[in-house]
């Protein structure tokens, strides 16, 4: 049986205890042993042993019932959203972005207030000046878009658009750079027909116009 070489102990023990639990060693549903038989064959104390549950716990493959015990209730975990993102080729996260930024546009259309409409006004100005340089320019890109999700007073997009944004912003700078285009004329009324379709309460249209764009921007990253 593997034993415990380094620290953090709890982090270690957490995933012996998972990759068991791949393994087939325990079925969905089934009680773990005790600490007193699991800290013994880990290599380390019952405290840890607790740790390394909560953890599991946490991440929603096992479950502690008061006065039952410990109890298997997923085969794996799940990965870290941040690990998939780092992992992830910066087109696949564009697709990504079609998808849930289409479906907020067109919720932005139906459920948009007065104050969220001010908001992209200013964000869609903003992002017309170049002044600042291209650095600039994709965080005011970004900020735009942001509006727009925001105002689908969704949480959960919005959660999922701020996950995207660092893995994405670098990737912006660099391709802009090598394109004398960022931000002209086009591009600016491609944003403004999009910031029109919200306001004027059009989900088809500014669902169809998110879309387009982010399109675009995946054959560019190409």
Not at 185 to 195: C, I, K, M, T, V
């Amino acid at each position: 049986m593997a034993r415990i070489q380094r620290t953090p102990l709890a982090d270690q023990a957490a995933d012996l205890l998972l990759e068991r639990i791949r393994s087939g060693e325990w079925r969905l549903g089934q009680k773990l042993p005790g600490e007193t038989t699991l800290a013994p064959q880990l290599g380390v104390g019952r405290s840890t042993v607790r740790e390394a549950i909560r953890q599991l716990a946490g991440r929603g493959v096992l479950a502690t019932r008061q006065g039952s015990g410990v109890f298997v209730t997923a085969l794996d975990a799940p990965e870290d959203w941040d690990a998939v993102l780092r992992r992830a080729d910066i087109v696949a996260v564009i697709e990504a972005r079609i998808a849930i930024e289409a479906e907020a546009a067109a919720l932005a259309a139906e459920r948009r207030t007065a104050a969220d409409l001010r908001a992209i006004r200013r964000a869609l100005a903003a992002r017309d000046n170049d002044a600042d340089g291209i650095e600039a320019h994709v965080d005011a890109d970004t900020a735009f878009h942001r509006c727009i999700i925001v105002a689908a007073h969704n949480p959960i997009l919005l959660e999922l658009f701020d996950g995207f944004t660092p893995r994405l912003r670098q990737a912006m700078i660099e391709m802009l750079r090598l394109r004398s285009d960022h931000g002209g004329p086009g591009d600016h009324e491609r944003h403004a027909r999009l910031a029109d379709a919200v306001s004027s309460k059009d989900a088809a249209t500014a669902a169809s116009e998110s879309r387009a764009h982010l399109r675009r921007l995946k054959e560019a990253l190409r």
